[in-house]
């Protein structure tokens, strides 16, 4: 069974302190390892997908990675409006995503 | 507009009742989903359909039932609505000729039974 588990719960930032959020996982045959946004009352927006191990997207202040049992999405100087609930998933073959419990980060001006 | 549009946005019944949640899309994906996000449990999924002749059970089928009604529509059902599916269910779109299964997502319906 395809398992995703996502560290921390919530964080909580100052604009400007970077930290990672974790994403673990257990999954037979990745395809893809996939990160989400969602703001409150609407629903994920896709950020990235990674391939492989050793595999790195950015966007803006956003750096996917990826090894062969965890993905971090790190944020580099974090704003205000990066405060977000970040979801991770994972595919498996030509099944359907599994994802994490998400992780809730607020950044304080 | 919308590529996925869910409506009704917000829904309150009462224990028993018969509702429906419907989902439509501009996208041209032929893949469709229904998903329940609880507080605590993440996304779990309900149904998916990769055609219009093709629906499979998710994760959290039991009590609840889907239509696709043409390559844009989807809906899903609730037969006799319990408290405990209280919770934001989304819809969502893949596009099957797509490499893996990056999924687009509606703004959810909010449904509360009481």
């Known amino acids: 069974e395809d398992q995703v588990t996502q560290s921390p719960e919530a964080l909580r930032l100052q604009e400007g302190e970077s930290s990672s959020l974790n994403c673990s996982y257990t999954?037979?045959?990745?395809?893809?390892l996939f990160w989400y946004r969602q703001d409150p009352g609407k629903g994920p927006e896709f950020l990235f997908t990674?391939?492989?191990a050793g595999e790195e997207k950015e966007k803006e202040r956003l750096k996917a990675t990826l090894t062969k049992k965890e993905s971090f999405l790190h944020i580099t100087a974090p704003k205000p409006e990066d405060s977000a609930t970040y979801l991770c998933?994972?595919?498996?073959?030509?099944?359907?995503?599994?994802f994490g419990k998400g992780t809730m980060l607020l950044v304080s001006p | 507009d919308a590529d996925v549009t869910q409506t009704p946005r917000n829904r309150i019944t009462k224990t028993g009742k018969r509702i429906m949640l419907e989902c439509s899309q501009t996208?041209?994906?032929?893949?469709m989903y229904w998903y329940r996000q609880d507080p605590g449990l993440g996304l779990r999924l309900i149904y998916y359909?990769?055609?219009?002749?093709?629906?499979n059970k998710g994760e959290i089928s039991d009590g609840y039932s889907v239509s696709r009604q043409a390559q844009a529509k989807f809906s899903l059902s609730l037969e006799s609505a319990i408290p405990n599916q209280t919770a934001l269910y989304f819809c969502?779109?893949?596009?099957?000729?797509?490499?893996?299964?990056?999924?687009?997502f509606g703004s959810g319906t909010q449904l509360s039974v009481l």
């Open positions: 999954v037979s045959g990745l395809r893809g």
């Open positions: 998933a994972v595919q498996a073959g030509y099944s359907t995503l599994t």
């Open positions: 996208k041209g994906h032929d893949r």
């Open positions: 359909s990769f055609d219009v002749k093709d629906i």
């Open positions: 969502a779109t893949s596009d099957l000729g797509a490499t893996n299964e990056k999924l687009f």
């Open positions: 990674l391939y492989s």
